[in-house]
Nanobody, 127 residues
């Protein structure tokens, strides 16, 4: 069963924008904490943004704060990651992940707390 499907990756130049979509299937409909992670080439996966869909609380990694925005369309069961002012260091495979967590725990969640993962979508930012 496919629970999460990411889309929207691609190649852009420095300063450009992309929007990533994370569509939750009916199998993941009960989840209320959705996060975006990324894994740059040769590096470990890191969490960059998280959203509690019930109260719309968000948290961002310092590396993307002010440039990336996580949001949701509840009617479409989809969470978005709007990425602006992209830099070459944003080049990575991007994954969305979901879980059922209380709001406070959601914002502090680590990779191990998420039990649903998408297949990933690649983002390349050229200088």
């Amino acid at each position: 069963q496919v629970h999460l499907v990411e889309s929207g990756g691609g190649s852009v130049q420095t300063g450009g924008s992309l929007r990533l979509d994370c569509a939750r299937s009916r199998y993941a409909r009960g989840t209320n904490c959705v996060a975006w992670f990324r894994q740059p080439p040769g590096k470990e996966r890191e969490g960059i943004a998280v959203l509690h869909t019930g109260v719309s609380n968000t948290r961002y990694a310092d590396s993307v704060k002010g440039r990336f925005t996580i949001s949701q369309d509840s009617a479409k069961n989809t969470v978005y990651l709007q990425m602006n002012s992209l830099k070459p260091e944003d080049t990575a495979m991007y994954y969305c992940a979901a879980a059922s967590l209380w709001a406070g725990n959601c914002l502090r969640a680590s990779e191990a707390n998420f039990n649903y993962w998408g297949q990933g979508t690649h983002v390349t930012v050229s200088s």
